[in-house]
């Protein structure tokens, strides 16, 4: 069982930027693909992006592309998500999720279903 635990969210103004993290334990963190996730409010929860288990591959929905990275550090059994330039519609809640079955493309790894454990979340506020 992999327990996934966000955190470095926060309030920040348009423009500026967080960094958050997500640490693994109770699994094999790099065994498994991890992404990225986030939900506004009265929105359903939508892909950000994922990391291959090297790292060396990513991918990002086109909202964020240019703007947010993700990277890992398997010796630290943690993912991150670095958020630059923000702004007002990148609130939300914004949760990390791991994937241990690699079927498909890995694009297609911007489908919740393709994940089997997720965090519980982190605020990101991005005032205007």
């Known amino acids: 069982q992999v327990q996934l635990v966000e955190s470095g969210g926060g309030l920040v103004q348009a423009g500026g930027s967080l960094r958050l993290s997500c640490a693994a334990s109770?699994?094999?963190?790099?065994?498994?693909?991890m992404g990225w996730f986030r939900q506004a409010p009265g929105k359903e929860r939508e892909f950000v992006a994922v990391?291959?288990?090297?790292?060396?591959?990513?991918y990002y929905a086109d909202s964020v592309k240019g703007r947010f990275t993700i990277s890992r550090d398997n010796a630290k059994n943690t993912v991150y998500l670095q958020m630059n330039s923000l702004k007002p519609e990148d609130t939300a809640v914004y949760y990390c999720?791991?994937?241990?079955?690699?079927?498909?493309?890995?694009?297609?790894?911007?489908?919740?279903?393709?994940?089997?454990?997720w965090g519980q979340g982190t605020q990101v506020t991005v005032s205007s």
């Open positions: 999720a791991a994937a241990q079955t690699f079927l498909g493309p890995f694009g297609s790894y911007k489908e919740q279903h393709k994940y089997d454990y």
């Open positions: 109770g699994g094999t963190f790099s065994s498994a693909f």
């Open positions: 990391i291959n288990r090297s790292g060396g591959i990513t």
